[in-house]
C-alpha cells in the first residue's frame, strides 16, 4: 500500500496500486477495509520522531489545505465548496493538513478532514456515512489549532508558522498562534485587512477623564481613538515603516 501511494502511477487507487506490487486486489481491499489500526496513535509517534530525530533552529511549520474532486454525495465531508485542485467552487472533499520543513527534510504532521456544517447538523447523513457521534463542526482555522496544540505537545518546535489569507483573516486564529502558544508566525493577508505598524495603545478601562453621559456605553478593553487602524494596501502605500523597505515583487499562482 505504502510502494503504492510513493509510486508513480497515474491513479493510486486499489486494483492498479495492488497490480503494480504483483498481488491481488482483493487482498488489498481487504487490508483497508478489515484490518483494524490506530491511526492517531500513528499519528502521534510520528510528530514524536519527527521531534526527536529532525529537530532545526530553522525549521518552518505549514498550515495550509487540499481539496479532492468527487462526483458523488455519500463521501463523508464532500460538498460544494473552494476546490483549489479545480481552482473553483466544486463538489469536493476538503482537508486541513500540518506540514513541517527543514532545508533538506519535508513531511506531513496532521491531516483532518473538514466536516461541513450542513454535513455536521445531519444525523441521518452521518449514521450512514459512520461519522462518529463525537466528531463535531469545526472551522479550518479551529481544526489548524487543534494540529498546532497536538504538535507542540509532542516536541515539535518551529521558528515560525506560515498559512495563508483564509488563516491570517481569522483575529481568534492570530491570537491562539501569538498570546495563547506564544509563536512566530508568517501569515497571508487581504488587502482590506486592518491593522497597525506599531502595536496601538489599548485601554483595559475607562480613563479618568471620560465623560458619563447617556449615550451607548463604550466596551472596553479597547484601542485608544487616537491611533485607528488602517487597510494594509494603504500602509504599503504611505507608512513611512514600508516606504522605507525596498520590495522585490513576486508573482505567485
Given amino acids: 500500500y505504502v510502494r503504492g501511494q510513493l509510486s508513480d502511477l497515474q491513479r493510486k487507487s486499489v486494483e492498479p496500486m ?5 498481488i491481488a486486489p482483493r487482498t488489498l481491499q481487504g487490508f483497508l477495509e478489515f484490518v483494524k489500526w490506530d491511526e492517531e496513535k500513528l499519528r502521534d509517534r510520528c510528530q514524536e520522531i519527527v521531534a526527536k530525530e529532525h529537530a532545526h533552529p530553522r525549521a518552518i511549520g505549514l498550515i495550509d489545505e487540499s481539496a479532492v474532486p468527487k462526483s458523488g454525495t455519500d463521501t463523508v465531508g464532500v460538498a460544494r465548496q473552494w476546490c483549489g485542485h479545480s481552482g473553483k467552487i466544486d463538489n469536493c472533499v476538503v482537508a486541513v493538513h500540518l506540514g513541517y520543513a527543514t532545508e533538506d527534510f519535508q513531511c506531513l504532521l496532521d491531516s483532518d478532514v473538514y466536516l461541513p456544517e450542513d454535513w455536521a447538523n445531519d444525523a441521518e447523513r452521518r449514521r450512514k456515512a459512520y461519522v462518529p457521534e463525537d466528531v463535531a463542526f469545526r472551522t479550518k482555522p479551529q481544526i489548524a489549532q487543534d494540529q498546532i496544540t ?8 518551529v521558528a515560525a508558522w506560515t498559512f495563508d489569507e483564509l488563516y491570517g483573516r481569522d483575529s481568534k486564529f492570530l491570537d491562539f498562534v501569538e498570546l495563547e502558544k506564544e509563536q512566530a508566525f508568517v501569515a497571508e493577508v487581504s488587502v482590506n485587512f486592518h491593522g497597525w505598524v506599531r502595536t496601538p495603545e489599548v485601554l483595559r ?35 513611512p515603516v514600508f516606504q522605507r523597505q525596498e520590495w522585490q515583487p513576486y508573482r505567485i499562482k
Avoid: F, M
Fill in 205 to 239: 478601562t475607562p480613563p479618568k477623564n471620560a465623560r458619563k453621559g447617556r449615550g451607548r456605553h463604550k466596551k472596553y478593553p479597547r484601542v485608544a481613538r487616537r491611533l485607528p487602524s488602517c487597510e494594509v494596501q494603504n500602509l504599503v502605500k504611505y507608512s
Fill in 150 to 157: 497536538r504538535a507542540l505537545d509532542h516536541g515539535i518546535r
Fill in 18 to 22: 495492488a497490480w503494480k506490487s504483483g
